[in-house]
């Protein structure tokens, strides 16, 4: 009864509010109703402006397209001014004269192509090591102590070559280099450590490896049989030839190796390693996903944006960037503040432009050209950085190869390790520093803490910004995370040119470098 009581008070209670509901409609719509009737003829009624935060109001597209054409003719103008000043500096043949240098000057010495003929040494050595370890002819220990070496050289090797041939090197060489080397340490990195992985899984679940290949031979001479025999009908057995058989064996024995994934160490192969080092990840797995084919027409698309944007980035460095940054330098030797601004601010728009195009033309078409080629089917590069509403989850979301190493091979160990969040979020802050450095120092043959602090100055700044996102709004989070793009790179690229000058060149040399005319003659007969 109690219950029959409380359900019949409920629906009483909904019925009272939904007639008290409907009553206040009526009521309004009587009021309008009899507003509508007064001789005055009334047009006004409570509403908030559009654009008020109060008035819901989300179509803004008309002024997005104003935007947009502003930004393109403002574009125009700076882009026909610094013609008008500087002349048309491109030269689309640069790549070529720049690759084929020494070659041109009847120079012996190339070191850049040395050096990456060398990267077969390391990744054959690493190979070796670990066929050594699976079959127990070398202990771990011992091991892991030639990998850690091995590794330490990759990144010491450039820096010895590039000094010692510094007349035989340019700094576009130098880069590349650099960046290859850097990529094949983590890459390496991940195959050791992912190798580790699958050895200590194997002991701790108890299952012994055989030390002799006779064993091996043994257990897959009986697979064969047995798969032969229960895929094969006992009637086409009788009648086929020994010859027929053996095709039918072959047949199915590599049908079903292509559909069993590789375990370790099977993987141990140097199909499996070289393949790793041309796909575009950083992470090592035994079974990557693949594709099923290759898409001719999307891979031309990716070729063709390639050769273009690397032709574009060539053109805005060699007609904004180089005249930007050159001017900038005297205002910079002498620390007058307010020209150094004007130059910042001068140079913060071609260079955050030449930035978009890199991780246009690296993380969509060059990525995706090599994932085409190779049938990489994870081609997840990168998430919507753009929308990031503070500093932390931006670098979570714009560079996801990097990303997933340094969660997968640092973050987490540490934190298993006993390591707190805090520690182990600074180790890999510490280690995207070291190589925003390396990628920059090593190449201009400078040795400065300038990348590394910026990159280390931005941990603190997470909680600013984060704070920033909760109780000033995430738009205004996001406005502080462009502002750091755009602002942060050209001052660095400023202070990396001027101490590049001085060291290099002298301090009497700045006055000359700054005036663009000297600069370009140097760089003719350089």
């Not at 089917?377 to 560079?399: G, S, V």
């Amino acid at each position: 009864r109690r219950s029959s009581m409380s359900n019949r008070e409920e629906q009483r209670m909904r019925l009272r509010r939904t007639n008290s509901t409907s009553r206040a409609e009526d009521i309004v719509t009587e009021d309008a109703k009899v507003r509508r009737s007064q001789p005055d003829k009334p047009i006004h009624s409570p509403r908030d402006s559009l654009i008020s935060w109060s008035s819901e109001f989300q179509n803004y597209e008309g002024m997005v397209n104003w935007a947009f054409l502003l930004l393109a003719i403002g574009g125009i103008r700076l882009c026909l001014e610094n013609i008008n000043k500087y002349g048309l500096r491109v030269d689309l043949t640069a790549w070529i004269s720049t690759l084929l240098y020494h070659l041109a000057q009847d120079q012996g010495d190339f070191p850049t192509l040395y050096l990456i003929l060398y990267t077969n040494v390391p990744i054959l050595l690493i190979l070796l090591i670990e066929k050594l370890i699976a079959k127990e002819l070398l202990p771990w220990r011992f091991g892991c102590f030639l990998h850690m070496t091995n590794l330490l050289l990759m990144l010491v090797i450039p820096i010895i070559v590039i000094n010692v041939k510094s007349d035989y090197i340019g700094v576009i060489g130098a880069t590349y280099v650099t960046a290859v080397y850097a990529v094949l340490f983590l890459k390496m990195w991940s195959y050791i450590q992912v190798n580790h992985w699958c050895r200590c899984s194997i002991t701790i679940l108890g299952q012994k490896r055989a030390r002799h290949q006779s064993i091996y031979r043994q257990a897959s001479m009986i697979r064969d049989k047995n798969l032969f025999k229960a895929s094969t009908p006992s009637s086409l057995t009788d009648s086929k030839s020994e010859s027929e058989k053996e095709v039918t064996r072959e047949r199915l024995l590599s049908e079903s190796q292509a559909s069993k994934p590789i375990t370790w160490p099977a993987n141990l192969t140097v199909c499996d390693i070289y393949y790793f080092w041309f796909a575009p990840t950083l992470c090592y797995e035994l079974n990557f996903p693949r594709t099923s084919r290759i898409r001719t027409t999307f891979l031309i698309r990716r070729a063709v944006e390639v050769v273009v944007g690397l032709n574009l980035v060539l053109a805005v460095v060699q007609q904004y960037i180089v005249p930007s940054v050159v001017n900038s330098l005297m205002s910079f030797a002498t620390m007058d503040a307010q020209k150094a601004s004007e130059r910042l601010l001068k140079l913060a728009i071609p260079n955050h432009l030449l930035w978009l195009i890199c991780f246009y033309l690296i993380f969509h078409s060059l990525l995706n050209t090599s994932g085409e080629i190779l049938q990489f089917a994870d081609r997840d590069f990168y998430h919507d950085w753009w929308n990031a509403p503070n500093l932390a989850q931006f670098w979570t979301l714009w560079n996801l190869p990097v990303h997933r190493w340094c969660v997968r091979h640092l973050y987490k160990p540490l934190l298993q390790a006993g390591n707190s969040k805090t520690t182990a979020t600074l180790v890999v802050f510490a280690t995207s520093a070291f190589f925003h450095e390396y990628l920059i120092s090593v190449p201009l043959r400078i040795f400065k803490i300038w990348g590394f602090l910026g990159m280390m100055g931005q941990f603190p700044m997470f909680p600013v910004s984060a704070w920033v996102a909760k109780n000033v709004g995430p738009r205004i989070g996001n406005v502080v995370v462009w502002i750091s793009l755009i602002l942060g790179q050209p001052l660095g690229v400023m202070m990396y040119y001027h101490d590049y000058v001085i060291i290099h060149f002298g301090q009497q040399e700045i006055q000359a470098f700054a005036d663009m005319t000297t600069f370009q003659n140097s760089t003719i007969t350089a």
